[in-house]
């Protein structure tokens, strides 16, 4: 390839990056449940736009780096001002453990979401509680005792 058309190509590419700023990380339509999103553009961006609205009515917008920590949802993201529009959608998960200590439980909630926690002793609810995100809650229960947990909302 001659020296003219490499610089022709290189030209091209380097005004399609300034101009177009194509969507590349979270792909389009993608599913996920991690809420951290880190985005990815191919071109020269210098903030994205994240909203659950395809109009971008009431963006999330942030500088470099490109990380966002989005509740469960469904998003659409731009960078800057183009036209280009990634979609991509967190997936509630609903994720507990139960760990058994020396004279209590400890549950913990590892899903991506709040949940609602329901503790019953002889047929009778005796407590209930909502464990966020990461939050861990230490319990006292009585032989017989039984959690529910379920997504909140």
């Known amino acids: 390839m001659n020296k003219k058309k490499m610089l022709w190509i290189l ?3 380097i005004l399609t990056g300034l101009v177009l700023k194509v ?4 792909k389009y339509g993608e599913i996920r449940t991690d809420r951290e999103v880190e985005f990815k553009v191919f071109g020269f ?3 994205i736009k994240v909203d659950d609205n395809l109009e ?3 963006p999330a917008v942030k500088d ?3 990380v966002f920590d989005l509740e469960p949802g469904e998003y659409y993201w731009k960078a800057d001002n183009s036209f280009l529009i990634g979609k991509f959608t967190i997936q509630s998960e609903v994720n507990v453990a139960l760990e058994k200590l020396e004279d209590k439980y ?3 909630n590892l899903g991506n979401t709040e949940v609602d926690l329901g ?3 002889n047929s009778f609810l005796t407590g ?3 464990l966020g995100f990461g939050e861990k809650l230490d319990l006292e229960l009585e032989n017989g005792s039984v959690v529910t947990v379920g997504q909140r909302g």
């Open 11 to 13: 030209a091209v590419v």
């Open 106 to 108: 400890r549950i913990s």
């Open 119 to 121: 503790i019953t002793g």
């Open 56 to 58: 971008f009515v009431s």
């Open 64 to 66: 470099k780096p490109f």
């Open 45 to 47: 961006a210098n903030e």
């Open 23 to 26: 969507p590349l990380n979270p």
């Open 128 to 130: 209930a509680a909502v």
